[in-house]
């Protein structure tokens, strides 16, 4: 049996991907990696937020069928209790099969169920560090002199969330070194989502007028005071030198994906592993007035990468629209062992366009995940977003507010809404 290999770079957006036609390289072993496996150029992502992407990766099914629509503080006790009826998990269903089960992640929660090792720096801090994150984010909803006061009395750098992108590659290689075969090895990379503590780049000083000029762009007073923080946050005070700082962050992590690659083809473990590269979301930095968070479900937050190697398959590129649902049934049809599995998935395998075969799909679904009730359908060519209940949970702003359309063979900015009262994709989403 084959290794498998599944790394998520969060909040990693195709936008400043070269690979996806972006000025700067900011992703040269991902390249590489592209050049012997396939890449999927229409991606979408089911959700705009980790934990119901990453459940959708791994049961296969769409957020509003396995429960987890919103992220983690915002989910209610309806979505969790909806969850425990999942059938189908996929690190479960491997170590069925007799894998060897690794994730280097922090999350913990439900996604840390049948692996055989799950840790990132410092397990037995898993609470300290749940806790953390809940205090930064009541502190986020309050003024911004208590917000500062409030990090100095704490203490509590955004550091200590995670490791450095090197750090878990070590930690990654390391648990390689000591898995029993076949392995299956989960990592996830946290440095490319906002505010990139791990990275130290040389900015300006305060650079006031692009700092009025982006709080000047912004109407909802909660959504200024959240963006006032979140710029405190790291002390960059302009976009272009946030974008420098994410660009800084994506090549930092794919140095650590390219280490990943090299050690698994030194100990002759390549050819014998699938190998998976994708992100959870994207990230907005300014797009549609949404700054520094994954909010909206546009394309900067839920268009994203996804890169597949399979064993015995040659360089290919995909326009077909896919889902990270349609990863899991492409794993299980690859082991011959999706016929008595179908019914358990929302998503379908792509060994079919690989191999040259047929689209599985004209559309693709997202749930807005930091919002109340926001979803679109795209096809290529449109994108319809209906939002019944818009304000963003984390800032307060609407980001969407009832229903947008857009020619995205026109407007890939997704900037004029076009919608006029009918549209075929509307009776999809209803």
């Not at 700067?24 to 992407?53: A, C, G």
């Not at 170590?95 to 397990?123: L, R």
């Not at 749940?130 to 006061?149: G, S, T």
């Not at 799909?361 to 209940?389: F, H, P």
Request: net charge positive.
């Amino acid at each position: 049996m084959e290794n498998i290999v599944i790394i998520i770079v969060d909040a990693l957006r195709t936008k400043n991907m070269s690979l996806f036609g972006y000025k700067r390289e900011t992703d040269t072993n991902m390249k590489k990696l592209s050049q012997e496996s396939i890449l999927f150029k229409n991606h979408i992502s089911v959700s705009n937020s980790t934990f119901p992407s990453l459940t959708s990766l791994f049961t296969g099914k769409y957020p509003t069928n396995h429960g987890v629509i919103h992220q983690f503080p915002y989910m209610e006790k309806e979505e969790l209790e909806k969850l425990k009826k999942n059938k189908f998990w996929f690190p479960s269903y491997l170590k069925k099969k007799g894998y060897y089960n690794i994730g280097i992640d922090w999350i913990g929660w439900w996604f840390k169920k049948d692996f055989d090792y799950y840790g990132e720096k410092a397990p037995s801090m898993y609470d300290e560090i749940k806790n953390n994150r809940i205090a930064r984010l009541v502190l986020l909803n309050l003024p911004n002199f208590i917000y500062k006061f409030g990090k100095k009395i704490t203490r509590k750098e955004n550091t200590s969330l995670f490791s450095p992108a090197h750090k878990t590659a070590e930690l990654t290689i390391s648990k390689i070194k000591e898995a029993k075969k076949p392995f299956f090895l989960f990592v996830h990379f946290e440095d490319t989502h906002f505010p990139f503590p791990t990275i130290k780049i040389e900015t300006k000083i305060k650079d006031k007028k692009s700092y009025q000029e982006i709080l000047e762009n912004i109407k909802e007073k909660s959504q200024k005071e959240y963006v006032k923080k979140r710029l405190e946050d790291i002390s960059i005070y302009s976009i272009p030198e946030i974008i420098k700082k994410y660009d800084t962050a994506i090549k930092y992590v794919d140095e650590q994906i390219g280490k990943i690659m090299d050690f698994l083809k030194r100990e002759g473990l390549w050819e014998k592993t699938i190998f998976i590269v994708l992100a959870d979301h994207g990230e907005s930095l300014g797009e549609h007035k949404i700054y520094f968070s994954h909010a909206g479900i546009y394309d900067e937050t839920v268009h994203v990468p996804l890169i597949m190697k399979f064993p015995g398959f040659e360089k290919k590129e995909i326009d077909g629209m896919v889902q990270n649902i349609d990863i899991v049934p492409t794993i299980l049809d690859y082991f011959g062992d999706i016929e008595n599995k179908k019914k358990e998935f929302d998503g379908k395998s792509l060994l079919g366009m690989i191999k040259g075969g047929k689209e599985i799909r004209d559309k693709a679904y997202s749930i807005e995940g930091l919002a109340g009730d926001v979803k679109s359908v795209r096809t290529k060519d449109r994108k319809l977003i209906i939002a019944k209940e818009g304000r963003c949970k984390l800032c307060g702003a609407i980001h969407h507010n009832g229903i947008e359309e857009y020619n995205l063979k026109e407007d890939d900015g997704e900037n004029k809404n076009i919608y006029s009262g009918e549209s075929k994709l509307k009776k999809f989403l209803e």
